[in-house]
């Protein structure tokens, strides 16, 4: 019985878990990930580019690696998208920065954010493509 009861708490606190580690990530920075993310979708270069640190640069699943000004040229090109919201998400805090990992509709991607002229940026991004189940 007891055993039961441990089993039924350890449970809880499991689906717990992941509420209070994104708890722990600053209100600010949540949207920042939230409106940087939505931006993709909808073609939003404005937006994008003010979440975006100057010296940013991406790896993208093809292995290219472009910097913001390329990045920013070939997203002004791009058509709204729908997208599937980000799964299997996880945040990590390291000093001043953050790190985002989740899979998302081209793979995994890999977000390093930090604090950038008093306002959170994505400084890096790295896309790699997902293993087929």
């Known amino acids: 019985m007891?055993?039961?009861?441990?089993?039924?708490?350890?449970?809880?606190?499991?689906?717990?878990?992941?509420?209070?580690?994104r708890a722990q990530v600053p209100a600010e920075l949540q949207e920042s990930m939230r409106l940087r993310t939505q931006a993709v979708g909808q073609a939003d270069a404005a937006t994008?580019?003010?979440?975006?640190?100057?010296?940013?640069?991406?790896v993208l699943a093809d292995g290219a690696m472009l910097t913001k000004a390329q990045r920013l040229a070939q997203f002004k090109t791009q058509k709204p998208v729908r997208r599937s919201p980000p799964q299997q998400e996880q945040i990590k805090h390291y000093g001043e920065t953050y790190v985002r990992r989740f899979l998302g509709d081209n793979g995994w991607v890999l977000e390093v954010w930090t604090k950038d002229s008093g306002k959170w940026r994505v400084a890096a991004v790295q896309v790699t493509p997902a293993a087929k189940k």
Request: charged letters at 20%.
């Open 48 to 58: 994008w580019d003010r979440l975006t640190a100057d010296d940013f640069t991406v």
């Open 2 to 21: 007891l055993r039961d009861y441990a089993f039924l708490f350890s449970l809880a606190l499991s689906c717990l878990i992941p509420s209070l580690g």
